[in-house]
């Protein structure tokens, strides 16, 4: 659905963000954008939803250039910003005003959002909490059924029972004909919600890999075994060491998506890169 060849883009021409970055999303699956903060997931996101205009290379959706901001393509297309904006109108009127620009938008669905995410009904949208906000434009982005949705750190506000909520909500409304992208720092909000993680470290996409094929591929060790050595990368838990080494048993260990950025993200992560880059394991773009 998404396919980025080689964009080079960046704010100021002497400081490059990105530089031959190539990237794809299909559909029927949940992102997870992860990167250190700054670097590059909200900008990587803008150029997705044509927001951002790349320098070079190309970033299109179904085939049409992101930049163009064709009514087909909008109109399928849901960007959720960090920061949302609230206008001074009720949910009704909100939907009044902004449902027609999109074909799929379901009320119905809508208002199972709110009452799910327990989003109060009749007043004002600009008189609701921060969280509130966020969670009604949430359930307003899924409501409107696009085949792309992309939030941009969509749980930073929200209290754990409602990112709970939001990551069942989300799940359910994934479908074959729908991609959704999340980008977030924080990584551990993420967890048993997206299927593929996409990791932006460096000016570059260094990891978009299947969770079931990272759990084939790696151990995710914990205690003693995770002092054996051999490891990619260590770490400490609040249960004790963990480390990432090759799943050499073929026996299925959860995958610490926390301790998988931290190896990708650490200074020696070479062979753990050459390791994931190898021909028999399918990784980057
Ligand atoms: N409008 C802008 N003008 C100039 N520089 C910008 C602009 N927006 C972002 N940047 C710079 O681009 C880099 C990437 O920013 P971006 O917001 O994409 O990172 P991020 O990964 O989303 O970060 P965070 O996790 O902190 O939200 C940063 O160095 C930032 O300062």
């Not at 409602?162 to 980008?183: G, T, Y």
């Not at 967890?191 to 260094?206: F, Y």
């Not at 021909?279 to 980057?284: C, E, K, L």
Request: charged share 20%; glycine share 6%.
């Amino acid at each position: 659905m998404v396919r980025i060849r080689n964009l080079d883009f960046g704010y100021s021409r002497r400081v490059p963000l990105f530089q031959n970055l190539s990237l794809s999303l299909d559909r029927g699956h949940i992102y997870g954008l992860l990167g250190k903060n700054g670097a590059g997931k909200t900008t990587l996101l803008k150029n997705i939803v044509g927001l951002a205009f790349p320098w070079a290379g190309t970033c299109l959706i179904d085939e049409q250039p992101a930049a163009a901001r064709r009514p087909e393509v909008l109109e399928d297309l849901f960007f959720l910003p960090e920061e949302v904006y609230a206008p001074a109108l009720t949910a009704e009127q909100f939907v009044a005003h902004t449902a027609g620009f999109y074909p799929r938008f379901n009320a119905e669905q809508l208002y199972e959002y709110l009452q799910e995410l327990e989003v109060p009904r009749g007043a004002k949208l600009n008189k609701f909490s921060h969280g509130q906000q966020k969670k009604f434009m949430i359930a307003f982005a899924l409501a409107a059924n696009t085949g792309l949705l992309v939030l941009d750190e969509p749980t930073n506000g929200l209290d754990i029972p409602s990112k709970v909520q939001f990551r069942k909500i989300l799940a359910s409304a994934l479908s074959e004909e729908r991609c959704m992208v999340i980008s977030t720092h924080q990584v551990r909000d993420l967890e048993s919600l997206i299927d593929t993680v996409v990791v932006v470290h460096n000016r570059e996409i260094v990891l978009n890999e299947e969770i079931d094929q990272l759990a084939e591929r790696l151990t995710f060790a914990t205690g003693q075994e995770a002092e054996a050595p051999g490891a990619f990368h260590t770490g400490m838990s609040v249960r004790g060491p963990v480390a990432i080494r090759p799943n050499e048993t073929g026996a299925y260990s959860r995958v610490d998506l926390e301790l998988l950025f931290n190896a990708l993200t650490s200074a020696d992560a070479a062979p753990f890169y050459a390791y994931l880059n190898q021909p028999s394991h399918a990784s980057v773009q």
